[in-house]
């Protein structure tokens, strides 16, 4: 099991994350910090909790994975091909990645009314909008391999909901799904 849960804030200043991976019951690892920057170009400083007194420094420009995801998406309106970005996630202490992307044309899918995502889609209220096929590989920063540590491959609706993710790990493949979509509300501010 795998559960990951992070908070970032819309200024892009501040981001705090947790992730909990268990196997038959016991814990594997477990991660859980705060990230706090002075202007959004900036660097920054991720100071995890858990494992306790890691700091990681964070280069000028490091995104956050919501803020990576509404670039990259617009990239790709804008017919960019390969989209590369610093990201941080929290989820390893080999954060931040860079992160290179591949982005393919966006493309009304192509699927069945009775596929399963359609179905998911429809009762979620979700229109049929464009599809993008992005190809991402993650580098450690720390690292100076040639691979990199995995890679994602994703299609992303025109909203960011992804439709298809498989991430490689080079030994095993994990193939994601979604199983249930539910909106929320917007907070009334």
Known sequence: DWSFVSRE???????????????????V???KGRVTKKTVNGAGKAEYSVPADVI???????????????????ASKDGKRIFRRTVFDGT?????????AFLGLARMAAHSP????SQLFNRAGLNQVPISHVQMAFFP????????????????????????IKQDFGEFVLALNP???????SPKC
């Not at 280069?59 to 990259?72: A, V």
């Not at 920063?141 to 298809?164: H, M, N």
Request: aromatic share 8%.
């Open 9 to 27: 804030s819309k200024d892009g200043l501040s981001y705090r994350f947790r992730v909990l991976h268990s196997m038959g019951g016991s814990l």
């Open 29 to 31: 690892e477990s991660y």
């Open 56 to 74: 990681v420094e964070l280069p000028p420009k490091t995104l956050f994975p919501t803020r990576h995801l509404i670039e990259l998406i617009a």
């Open 114 to 117: 009775r596929g399963v995502a």
């Open 92 to 100: 390893s202490t080999d954060n931040p990645y860079e992160v290179n």
């Open 141 to 164: 920063l720390s690292s100076k391999k040639a691979e990199p540590e995995f890679e994602l491959s994703v299609e992303y609706r025109d909203d960011g909901i992804a439709r298809v």
């Open 179 to 185: 199983r249930k979509i539910e909106l929320l509300d």
